[in-house]
């Protein structure tokens, strides 16, 4: 753009544009300078993406509100969706009422990414629903182990509503669920995934939500 304008002021100089055309080019110039960004613009919508706003997990598009999550808490209180609303949460959807290495893994990490938030650890809840009320000896693991976690016993329903929410179902047991803290289902991360990518993709939400 500077050279443009260097060479329109030479040419003024010169006398190489007659003095009637000069305002009317002055003008287009003008009118150039902000339409062409504009245009631009325009063309890498949907075309470009910056990497700092990729996300690592796998995004639902549009995100799809959970309205058969209900659950039976360890204390024997009847829960659904609206028990988690007004907060961020970390979902696991287990497979029996024994929680294999998958369980653990997956567990492990949604408590480790929850306590790398520092502070905003309390904007999040953390969820496991299983298909069976847990023996004593998990019952008791899991108090030990993880406090902070909200454990409930869920129909198929419940569980398939979120195991079947994305266009290519997994497996349950494979998969970790973020949900919004209006109730919607917004991704998925594999168990077996670097839980450093779900850590990114939670603080850059956490800082731009004005929610939860």
Known sequence: MIRVMSAYSLAIKTGS??????PRLMLL??????????????WLVGRWTPGGTVQHGELLNPARPVKELR????????????ALHGRWALAYVGSAEGCDIGCRTALYNVRQVRL??????????TLLLLEETPAP??????????????VGVADNTARAELVGAFPTPGAIGEW???????GNLLMRYPVASEPRGMFKDLQRLLRLSKVG
């Not at 544009?17 to 000069?22: D, H, V």
């Not at 970790?176 to 209006?182: G, S």
Request: aromatic share 10%.
């Open 71 to 82: 659950f039976i808490s360890l204390d024997e209180r009847r829960l659904d969706a609206t």
């Open 176 to 182: 970790i669920y973020l949900l919004d803290p209006l």
């Open 116 to 125: 790398a938030l520092g502070k905003d650890r309390e904007r999040v809840n």
């Open 137 to 150: 000896a998990l019952r008791q693991w899991l108090a030990d182990e993880h406090a902070a976690l909200i």
């Open 17 to 22: 544009i007659p003095a009637c055309w000069r």
């Open 29 to 42: 110039f003008i009118i150039a300078c902000f339409a062409v960004p504009l245009a631009a613009a325009g």
